[in-house]
């Protein structure tokens, strides 16, 4: 089973800390994301990664940026946090030849006060 | 860019009722389609997902959805709910072959299902 894991469960950090998010995947796949979740608004890309050092904006990339140095690993990066960036964070990734379907890590709580 | 709509945010229904959790999507060109539930501070975990062949899909947990090509729909339905499908659904939708944004899954806001003894 592809298995997609996230470095926390539970984040808590100060308005103006740098945060990094780790995300990890043991499938060999090439295309790995970044979304966060809030309810009522659903899932919405931050980021999403096709290669090693590639990277596209997703629809919300604004106060963040991601690094994707080895395939099986995608970093969410807040360079200064701030309080509306309090959310649940989702990694995912994903594979061509299962018509891309999207693996889920069990998320990240993050808290910024 | 593509539109995914969920018709009903919330859908509570009694224990071994059938319910229809309704989805819509934009796109014009060729589709993939897929469900995720999400269980309580959980990520998302694959229901269903229709590719090509049979427009009836059949998934984990009893549940099934049926792709309408005609109505651009993918509404997901099961005979008979038990406590234990309480949660969060999501549909998603990927365009099979535009560019840049191949293997992009864009999602509906999600519908929360209760489901009362």
């Known amino acids: 089973d592809v298995k997609v894991t996230q470095s926390s469960r539970y984040l808590v950090k100060r308005t103006g800390e740098k945060v990094f998010l780790e995300c990890v995947q043991d499938m060999d796949h090439e295309n790995m994301f970044w979304y966060r979740q809030d309810p009522g608004l659903g899932l919405r890309l931050i980021y999403f990664?096709?290669?090693?050092?590639?990277?596209e904006k997703g629809d919300i990339p604004e106060g963040y940026s991601v690094s994707r140095e080895k395939k099986e690993r995608f970093s969410l990066i807040l360079e200064s946090a701030s309080t509306n960036q309090t959310s649940m964070y989702l990694c995912?990734?994903?594979?061509?030849?299962?018509?891309?379907?999207?693996?889920f890590g069990p998320g990240t709580r993050l808290t910024v006060t | 860019a593509q539109s995914v709509t969920q018709l009903d945010s919330q859908v509570p229904v009694f224990e071994e009722a059938p319910v229809e959790l309704r989805c819509n999507y934009s796109?014009?060109?060729?589709?993939?389609l897929f469900w995720y539930v999400q269980y309580p501070n959980q990520g998302l975990q694959l229901l269903l997902k229709y590719l090509s062949g049979s427009t009836l899909v059949k998934g984990i947990n009893g549940f099934e959805a049926e792709f309408n090509k005609s109505q651009t729909s993918f509404h997901l339905r099961k005979p008979s709910v038990h406590i234990s499908d309480t949660a969060e659904y999501f549909c998603?939708?990927?365009?099979?072959?535009?560019?840049?944004?191949?293997?992009?899954?864009?999602f509906g806001r999600g519908t929360q299902l209760t489901v009362w003894p």
């Open positions: 998603a939708v990927s365009e099979t072959s535009r560019g840049s944004t191949l293997g992009r899954l864009y």
């Open positions: 796109s014009s060109v060729s589709v993939y």
């Open positions: 995912a990734s994903s594979v061509r030849d299962r018509g891309y379907e999207q693996y």
């Open positions: 990664s096709y290669d090693v050092k590639m990277k």
